[in-house]
């Protein structure tokens, strides 16, 4: 009796569960693919170099979202599936002041085999993008910011030093610019400023030493510089750079190595902010370095009787790019931090150096001589090795790309006026922005409106 009344129990609970798998089964196949968002949000505002995103809430048949995904107003550009994240990278800026609409239109599949049922869309506004550099292009100089923009005529003045300003930096996230600026005992002190101006704040006063080539870590807060101890007489030149750091919220700063012999420059972070790689000269003799910041452990990477100097990461911390004389001109190569392996990059011509390397990881800028006192603007593919021009303009200098990889800005004359470049890659899209006085140099890309 107790056994067939468990025995109804059990039939019942068991018809009670597939009643609710088929409930979830319906109601599943009712609802469809989830899709987690559209990036920009709507409502957002984004700079002219924004990429367009879908995410899903789960895995998707790739060639189901063939022809799905419109931008209105139309824009050419490439498509890539990632993960569970469908891409759209316009090969064309963004027309800032303009006001787009993606649309992810019903019919894409999962791999579990359900449908996206409805439309899903979003609205934005694109934004002027910003670049900053320094005006005149010789001393004495200030920090300007310029919007990125066709009708674009005159830039912003950002400091107000009365022509103090020396070199400067924009921290990974553009909320601000640390920058050298000299003093009144005609020595170099360390400031900050926010990116849209106002007023700066001392962060290392240097007395009568010079402090400059700022670098900012990843994470916003630490900035490394060289360190020029004042002359041994009045008037006299500055002494061997040293290496220090500083917190950039506290001020508190300190020599990067104890050892007064040991002289360095050209700092800059690993991607992580873990390592730091350095030109020092421990010999006499300009090499690389890399430093493992949580260990403290040091390590040479060159030793070649040639100047190594001007290294860069790769955005995946495995390799530096550097410059190097080691072939009788300076040249780029490549240095693996794993197994030491070096590889030549550039052959073209006999001047290569002071290159950027893009954001994706796939080419370098660089300052390339084409001919006696004749500096273009050259680009090297580093998957194929195709090495290209991208200006024809003398006297081009300081490439610096956008965070969509996709565009280059540089210093250019036009007649006798300074003016900032922009060009994309492919050489579709050409613009030329004036400076407020007609001189610029050294203009870099403000990271804060991608």
Not at 147 to 173: E, P
């Amino acid at each position: 009796m107790h056994s067939d009344r468990f025995d109804h129990f059990v039939w019942v609970l068991l018809a009670a569960l597939l009643a609710a798998i088929v409930a979830v089964v319906s109601v599943g196949d009712r609802v469809g693919a989830r899709v987690a968002g559209i990036v920009p949000a709507d409502g957002a505002q984004v700079g002219p170099f924004a990429n367009i995103e879908v995410a899903f809430g789960q895995p998707m048949v790739a060639a189901s979202l063939d022809g799905l995904l419109k931008l209105e107003p139309e824009l050419p550009g490439a498509t890539a599936w990632e993960m569970d994240t469908l891409r759209f990278t316009p090969q064309l800026p963004l027309v800032s002041g303009s006001s787009y609409q993606v649309r992810l239109l019903p019919g894409a599949r999962s791999v579990a085999g359900r449908s996206v049922l409805r439309a899903t869309s979003s609205s934005f506004t694109v934004r002027n993008s910003k670049v900053l550099y320094l005006s005149p292009a010789n001393p004495p100089h200030e920090i300007f910011s310029m919007d990125v923009g066709a009708d674009a005529s005159a830039g912003v003045q950002l400091t107000r030093t009365n022509g103090a300003i020396y070199d400067y930096a924009v921290a990974r996230d553009g909320g601000q610019v640390v920058y050298s600026a000299q003093n009144a005992r005609t020595g170099v002190d360390l400031w900050l400023i926010a990116r849209t101006g106002g007023t700066p704040r001392l962060l290392v006063g240097c007395e009568i030493d010079r402090c400059i080539a700022p670098e900012w870590a990843p994470d916003g807060r630490r900035i490394a510089y060289s360190r020029e101890n004042a002359g041994v007489a009045p008037g006299a030149a500055p002494g061997a750079p040293r290496l220090w750091t500083v917190d950039a919220e506290t001020g508190e700063t300190a020599a990067f190595n104890q050892d007064m012999q040991v002289l360095g420059f050209d700092a800059t972070w690993s991607p992580d902010g873990k390592r730091m790689a350095m030109t020092l000269s421990r010999d006499g003799n300009p090499e690389l370095y890399v430093m493992d910041l949580e260990s403290n452990a040091l390590t040479r990477l060159t030793n070649n009787p040639a100047i190594d100097t001007e290294p860069r990461w790769t955005k995946d911390g495995k390799s530096l790019v550097f410059t190097s004389d080691r072939s009788g001109g300076p040249q780029i190569y490549r240095l693996n931090i794993a197994t030491g392996d070096t590889k030549r990059l550039t052959f073209t011509g006999s001047f290569n150096a002071r290159a950027d390397i893009s954001p994706n990881d796939r080419y370098l800028a660089m300052v390339h001589q084409a001919g006696a006192n004749n500096y273009t603007i050259a680009l090297q593919d580093l998957g194929n090795g195709v090495f290209s021009t991208l200006t024809d303009t003398p006297l081009d200098e300081s490439p610096s790309f956008s965070p969509n990889s996709k565009m280059v800005v540089y210093a250019t004359r036009k007649g006798s006026k300074g003016v900032l470049g922009i060009m994309s890659l492919d050489g579709r899209f050409k613009l030329r922005l004036p400076a407020v006085d007609g001189e610029v140099r050294e203009p870099v890309w403000s990271p804060y409106l991608r």
